[in-house]
């Protein structure tokens, strides 16, 4: 069997992701509109790369992320800009941004909810250890009305065993956990494939708030 | 300082349509709304209320009328109204008829499994008394499905099978309603409640699915007065209608009233706590990574050319990432202070926050107390002290946002003198050309009118807080001079000649000035204005204002000499000139409630106070009310009797999802008379200084790690 011929991946953009579900029309031109009307000073980088991503994309450091909000369709790509401890804070080519804690999302910014922080510390030691079990999990949410709303939630883990994925390097065998989670008013599925060989989470589904929902993330690993 | 923007925003119906994409899910869940925009059947009211904070737009037309509505819930239990109604062909000489009325109402008992929902609501209680009546009404759900509701009405609510008043048991005089004292309107006609005879009016409301309700009403409103002029025909107290809610939150309803007009209204309701994006859509923030990457960075590392300069410059481009100005800079090994102007965030602490990791991702690793001055024109406002371990600890901490802000100092800053100021920051010099669009409201012969063109505005900073400014404008089109208003007032035509000032300007000088602004002192805040001022007056303008940084309370004095320009609105004065000035105090009462009175005299010469109250959401968005009492008789004030009005303030942010200083507002009065009419001087200090102040900033904190 043959090498497959490989397919340049290329980061999209996801910063009109957020608004794009709620508004319709063309928004480059109502953007210019109101900042004529109303005098607001232009974003320097109001089109094409945001000025932080491209000595990320120079340095070559993977992998890359490809998130694709599950609702709308619309995908981008992220690179790792900074790590403290567990969390890595992933920046997208267009400026907004995704937060993990082990590969398990913490936060979100300009995407979204307004995830702003989370405590998934639990799920993550659970979901890397291939324990099946009951964990709590707490996210931080900006409101529509700017006040931060903590929420807790309790989840079930369980470890559904092995499957082989495919990811742009190959076939990667991989262990599914599938993580159900409920508060009084919210429930959300996620789903982590966790590479057996490398120890960490290459795939996964996870709920990112009300506003937009489900993210599908898939490690890339040639860019 | 927040840009404010006039208008634009209207409580024009398209704009609500516009929201109503943005806004989906700010509806309330069943409270359906009557052709006077009120919870209601199809005219008649019902008990029940809009969710706390809610702003409902009704737009309805039976027969010859057509009424527009906003409806605001004041707080859970009360709720106010505002609404402009025409009839077509109801004036005398067959011209329509413009009318504006004001509601309140009050949510009395909520509904329990065994008691119904009881309000009471005054309907017109301040206009000419078109629509005057009161109301005790009652709901009650019956069933998942089905709501049932009856009540009792006076004065236009009787105009049916109507009996003596009940409440002739406690008085006799409430048996009779007084009649003739309509007049110039504006009046709070309490005399006139609750008395001459009484109807009982009633309906049910069937919800058939999550979207369509069906409804049936027995009306005691027989529209006398159209009736007579022939403009409606009511043959029946029974009205019927259904009404379809569509996904993006619009109402539309259709109904027959009377038995032969037909109806239709289109409603929708927002919510100010919900924005369009909820988290906004602006870019991430830098993370604060490892301080030791930071000992090997180019512009820390003297070996390779770095220093407190080369550092500066990072920050500096960092800071205009983030649409910060960087003003001053100070470094010591274990401190730094920025001074900034914020330009882009609506929420003060946000730009606070970018500041601080700006500093925190660029400065050397031994640098551990972050130090931001907010400025405004150059003036330092405040400082907010935060350690940057406790950023750097706290930067993904779930409660980050409460802890920070536990930790992090916030100070008046009235001692930060030049030192440490960017060199060359002075002179600044900014212009721009734009398009501008003015509206006037409520002529009685044409509802809105506006006017358009283009507009030119410029400044000149040669130190802090000095500044020249101007602003002329160019009216290319528009029907404000069509207008034939001359004024008739009895009192000195200070606003009245606003038509006239239209039709004998050409180019526009609307401001021409020269403006200080200083700290006098701890807590307080100075600002001299001298030039021509606004449209219609020129002259000198002096304002002090205290206001500690944590403080609910904040006063104010300000004077004006103040002379009346010529109807060109070029350089030339005319020959009536005051000395106007008012003392106020302004206080945040919680819960976002905000209340301001101005004590002093008016441009007219006029003693007497205003007394507004606004209700401010955390995000900004802001809905008022005020009213102005001064020794103007209401017979010399003329129509309207007191001057009063309504105001909204939309933050673009809360529209777009973007971060942005810019506030569309929009004032509403009735009508624009001479007594009680302040100067409209540019910048007063309170709104200025407020956003950077510790209670606004305390209530944006959710943003801070934004």
């Given at each position: 069997m043959g090498a497959l011929p490989a397919m340049k991946w290329k980061f999209g953009i996801l910063a009109g992701a957020a608004f794009s579900l709620a508004a319709c029309g063309n928004q480059s031109f109502q953007d210019r509109a109101i900042g004529l009307m109303l005098e607001e000073p232009n974003l320097a980088h109001a089109a094409g790369q945001f000025p932080r991503f491209a000595p990320l994309l120079a340095a070559k450091r993977g992998p890359a992320l490809d998130v694709q909000i599950v609702q709308s369709g619309l995908r981008g790509g992220f690179l790792r800009e900074s790590t403290q401890g567990t969390i890595e804070s992933w920046l997208g080519n267009d400026g907004v941004a995704l937060i993990f804690d082990r590969g398990v999302l913490h936060g979100t910014r300009?995407?979204?909810?307004?995830?702003?922080?989370?405590?998934?510390s639990a799920s993550a030691n659970a979901i890397l250890a291939g324990r099946s079990g009951e964990v709590d999990r707490i996210h931080t949410f900006l409101n529509g009305n700017d006040i931060a709303v903590i929420r807790a939630y309790k989840c079930t883990i369980v470890n559904e065993g092995s499957e082989t994925i495919q990811l742009d390097s190959g076939a990667t065998s991989t262990r599914r956990m599938v993580e159900t989670c409920f508060s009084l008013d919210q429930s959300f599925k996620n789903i982590y494939w966790v590479d057996t060989s490398r120890g960490r989470i290459v795939q996964s589904r996870q709920w990112s708030g009300e506003f937009v929902g489900q993210l599908a993330i898939q490690t890339v690993y040639n860019f | 300082m927040r840009r404010h923007t006039s208008a634009?925003?209207?409580?024009?119906f398209g704009t609500a349509s516009a929201l109503a994409l943005t806004n989906a899910s700010a509806q309330s869940d069943r409270t359906t709304l009557s052709t006077y925009g009120t919870p209601g059947l199809i005219e008649t009211p019902t008990a029940r209320s809009l969710n706390d904070g809610e702003l409902a737009f009704t737009s309805s037309l039976v027969g010859p009328t057509m009424r527009n509505t906003v409806t605001f819930q004041i707080l859970p239990g009360v709720s106010g109204s505002f609404r402009y109604t025409r009839i077509d062909g109801g004036q005398a000489d067959g011209s329509a008829n413009f009318d504006r009325s004001f509601d309140i109402s009050f949510q009395l008992l909520d509904e329990t499994d065994l008691r119904p929902a009881v309000a009471l609501g005054l309907r017109?209680?301040?206009?000419?008394?078109?629509?005057s009546g009161e109301y005790l009404v009652a709901t009650k759900q019956i069933g998942s499905k089905l709501e049932v509701t009856g009540g009792i009405g006076w004065g236009r609510f009787a105009g049916r099978d109507s009996f003596t008043n009940p409440l002739g048991i406690i008085d006799?005089?409430?048996e009779t309603r007084p009649t003739g004292t309509g007049g110039r309107g504006g009046k709070v006609e309490a005399g006139e409640w609750f008395r001459g005879p009484a109807s009982i009016f009633g309906g049910l409301a069937y919800h058939l699915n999550d979207q369509t309700t069906l409804f049936a009403e027995y009306s005691t409103d027989t529209y006398d007065r159209e009736s007579n002029q022939g403009l409606i025909d009511i043959s029946s107290p029974l009205n019927v209608g259904v009404q379809y809610r569509f996904k993006n939150g619009v109402d539309l309803k259709a109904f027959v009233v009377g038995g032969n007009e037909i109806g239709a209204q289109v409603t929708y309701v927002l919510d100010p706590?919900?924005?369009?994006?909820?988290?906004?859509r602006e870019t991430a923030p830098r993370p604060i990574g490892s301080r030791r990457d930071l000992a090997l960075a180019d512009w820390n590392n003297s070996a390779r050319g770095g220093g407190k300069d080369a550092a500066q410059k990072v920050l500096d481009a960092r800071l205009a990432e983030d649409g910060l100005i960087l003003q001053g800079f100070e470094l010591s090994r274990t401190r730094a202070t920025v001074r900034i102007e914020n330009t882009r965030f609506g929420a003060g602490a946000q730009a606070a926050g970018r500041a601080a990791r700006a500093m925190a991702t660029t400065l050397p690793p031994d640098v551990e107390e972050l130090t931001v001055i907010f400025q405004n024109k150059g003036v330092p406002i405040s400082r907010i002290v935060t350690k940057r371990s406790d950023l750097e600890d706290l930067q993904y901490d779930y409660d980050g946002s409460w802890r920070s802000y536990s930790r992090a100092s916030i100070e008046d800053a009235f001692d930060a003198d030049r030192s440490g100021e960017v060199v060359d920051l002075y002179p600044v010099f900014d212009y721009g050309l734009s398009p501008y669009a003015s509206f006037s409201y409520f002529d009685p012969d044409e509802p809105v009118r506006v006017e358009a063109g283009a507009q030119f505005k410029a400044f000149y900073r040669p130190m802090p807080g000095l500044t020249f400014a101007g602003q002329l404008r160019y009216p290319l089109a528009g029907n404000v001079e069509d207008s034939d208003r001359v004024s008739d007032s009895l009192i000195e035509p200070v606003r009245t000649n606003a038509v006239r000032y239209a039709r004998e300007s050409d180019l526009e000088i609307n401001k021409l000035t020269a403006e200080y602004q200083f700290r006098p002192g701890k807590d307080l805040f100075g600002r001299v204005t001298a030039g021509y001022l606004e449209n219609m007056f020129g002259g000198v303008s002096a304002e002090l204002l205290w206001y500690p940084t944590g403080s609910r309370l904040a006063l104010g004095a300000e004077i004006n000499y103040a002379k009346q320009r010529d109807f060109d609105m070029l350089f030339g004065f005319q020959d009536y000139d005051v000395v106007t000035g008012h003392a106020s105090a302004y206080y945040d009462f919680g819960n976002g409630f905000l209340g301001q009175i101005d004590a002093g005299r008016y441009l007219a010469g006029d003693w007497g106070a205003t007394v507004a109250l606004d209700r401010e959401f955390n995000n900004g968005f802001r809905v008022g009310a005020f009213f102005t009492l001064t020794d103007v008789s209401s017979t010399d004030f003329g129509e309207g009797s007191f001057d009063k009005g309504i105001r909204f303030e939309v933050p673009l942010s809360f529209l777009t999802g973007k971060p942005s200083k810019t506030i569309l507002n929009q004032t509403i009065r009735p009508v624009q008379r001479d007594g009680g009419a302040r100067l409209n001087v540019d910048n007063r200090l309170h709104r200025q200084v407020r956003d950077a102040r510790g209670k606004e900033l305390r209530d944006g904190w959710g943003r801070y790690l934004r």
């Amino acid at each position: 069997m043959g090498a497959l011929p490989a397919m340049k991946w290329k980061f999209g953009i996801l910063a009109g992701a957020a608004f794009s579900l709620a508004a319709c029309g063309n928004q480059s031109f109502q953007d210019r509109a109101i900042g004529l009307m109303l005098e607001e000073p232009n974003l320097a980088h109001a089109a094409g790369q945001f000025p932080r991503f491209a000595p990320l994309l120079a340095a070559k450091r993977g992998p890359a992320l490809d998130v694709q909000i599950v609702q709308s369709g619309l995908r981008g790509g992220f690179l790792r800009e900074s790590t403290q401890g567990t969390i890595e804070s992933w920046l997208g080519n267009d400026g907004v941004a995704l937060i993990f804690d082990r590969g398990v999302l913490h936060g979100t910014r300009g995407l979204g909810a307004g995830m702003l922080a989370s405590d998934v510390s639990a799920s993550a030691n659970a979901i890397l250890a291939g324990r099946s079990g009951e964990v709590d999990r707490i996210h931080t949410f900006l409101n529509g009305n700017d006040i931060a709303v903590i929420r807790a939630y309790k989840c079930t883990i369980v470890n559904e065993g092995s499957e082989t994925i495919q990811l742009d390097s190959g076939a990667t065998s991989t262990r599914r956990m599938v993580e159900t989670c409920f508060s009084l008013d919210q429930s959300f599925k996620n789903i982590y494939w966790v590479d057996t060989s490398r120890g960490r989470i290459v795939q996964s589904r996870q709920w990112s708030g009300e506003f937009v929902g489900q993210l599908a993330i898939q490690t890339v690993y040639n860019f | 300082m927040r840009r404010h923007t006039s208008a634009f925003f209207i409580f024009a119906f398209g704009t609500a349509s516009a929201l109503a994409l943005t806004n989906a899910s700010a509806q309330s869940d069943r409270t359906t709304l009557s052709t006077y925009g009120t919870p209601g059947l199809i005219e008649t009211p019902t008990a029940r209320s809009l969710n706390d904070g809610e702003l409902a737009f009704t737009s309805s037309l039976v027969g010859p009328t057509m009424r527009n509505t906003v409806t605001f819930q004041i707080l859970p239990g009360v709720s106010g109204s505002f609404r402009y109604t025409r009839i077509d062909g109801g004036q005398a000489d067959g011209s329509a008829n413009f009318d504006r009325s004001f509601d309140i109402s009050f949510q009395l008992l909520d509904e329990t499994d065994l008691r119904p929902a009881v309000a009471l609501g005054l309907r017109d209680f301040l206009g000419t008394g078109l629509y005057s009546g009161e109301y005790l009404v009652a709901t009650k759900q019956i069933g998942s499905k089905l709501e049932v509701t009856g009540g009792i009405g006076w004065g236009r609510f009787a105009g049916r099978d109507s009996f003596t008043n009940p409440l002739g048991i406690i008085d006799d005089r409430f048996e009779t309603r007084p009649t003739g004292t309509g007049g110039r309107g504006g009046k709070v006609e309490a005399g006139e409640w609750f008395r001459g005879p009484a109807s009982i009016f009633g309906g049910l409301a069937y919800h058939l699915n999550d979207q369509t309700t069906l409804f049936a009403e027995y009306s005691t409103d027989t529209y006398d007065r159209e009736s007579n002029q022939g403009l409606i025909d009511i043959s029946s107290p029974l009205n019927v209608g259904v009404q379809y809610r569509f996904k993006n939150g619009v109402d539309l309803k259709a109904f027959v009233v009377g038995g032969n007009e037909i109806g239709a209204q289109v409603t929708y309701v927002l919510d100010p706590a919900k924005r369009a994006n909820p988290g906004g859509r602006e870019t991430a923030p830098r993370p604060i990574g490892s301080r030791r990457d930071l000992a090997l960075a180019d512009w820390n590392n003297s070996a390779r050319g770095g220093g407190k300069d080369a550092a500066q410059k990072v920050l500096d481009a960092r800071l205009a990432e983030d649409g910060l100005i960087l003003q001053g800079f100070e470094l010591s090994r274990t401190r730094a202070t920025v001074r900034i102007e914020n330009t882009r965030f609506g929420a003060g602490a946000q730009a606070a926050g970018r500041a601080a990791r700006a500093m925190a991702t660029t400065l050397p690793p031994d640098v551990e107390e972050l130090t931001v001055i907010f400025q405004n024109k150059g003036v330092p406002i405040s400082r907010i002290v935060t350690k940057r371990s406790d950023l750097e600890d706290l930067q993904y901490d779930y409660d980050g946002s409460w802890r920070s802000y536990s930790r992090a100092s916030i100070e008046d800053a009235f001692d930060a003198d030049r030192s440490g100021e960017v060199v060359d920051l002075y002179p600044v010099f900014d212009y721009g050309l734009s398009p501008y669009a003015s509206f006037s409201y409520f002529d009685p012969d044409e509802p809105v009118r506006v006017e358009a063109g283009a507009q030119f505005k410029a400044f000149y900073r040669p130190m802090p807080g000095l500044t020249f400014a101007g602003q002329l404008r160019y009216p290319l089109a528009g029907n404000v001079e069509d207008s034939d208003r001359v004024s008739d007032s009895l009192i000195e035509p200070v606003r009245t000649n606003a038509v006239r000032y239209a039709r004998e300007s050409d180019l526009e000088i609307n401001k021409l000035t020269a403006e200080y602004q200083f700290r006098p002192g701890k807590d307080l805040f100075g600002r001299v204005t001298a030039g021509y001022l606004e449209n219609m007056f020129g002259g000198v303008s002096a304002e002090l204002l205290w206001y500690p940084t944590g403080s609910r309370l904040a006063l104010g004095a300000e004077i004006n000499y103040a002379k009346q320009r010529d109807f060109d609105m070029l350089f030339g004065f005319q020959d009536y000139d005051v000395v106007t000035g008012h003392a106020s105090a302004y206080y945040d009462f919680g819960n976002g409630f905000l209340g301001q009175i101005d004590a002093g005299r008016y441009l007219a010469g006029d003693w007497g106070a205003t007394v507004a109250l606004d209700r401010e959401f955390n995000n900004g968005f802001r809905v008022g009310a005020f009213f102005t009492l001064t020794d103007v008789s209401s017979t010399d004030f003329g129509e309207g009797s007191f001057d009063k009005g309504i105001r909204f303030e939309v933050p673009l942010s809360f529209l777009t999802g973007k971060p942005s200083k810019t506030i569309l507002n929009q004032t509403i009065r009735p009508v624009q008379r001479d007594g009680g009419a302040r100067l409209n001087v540019d910048n007063r200090l309170h709104r200025q200084v407020r956003d950077a102040r510790g209670k606004e900033l305390r209530d944006g904190w959710g943003r801070y790690l934004r």
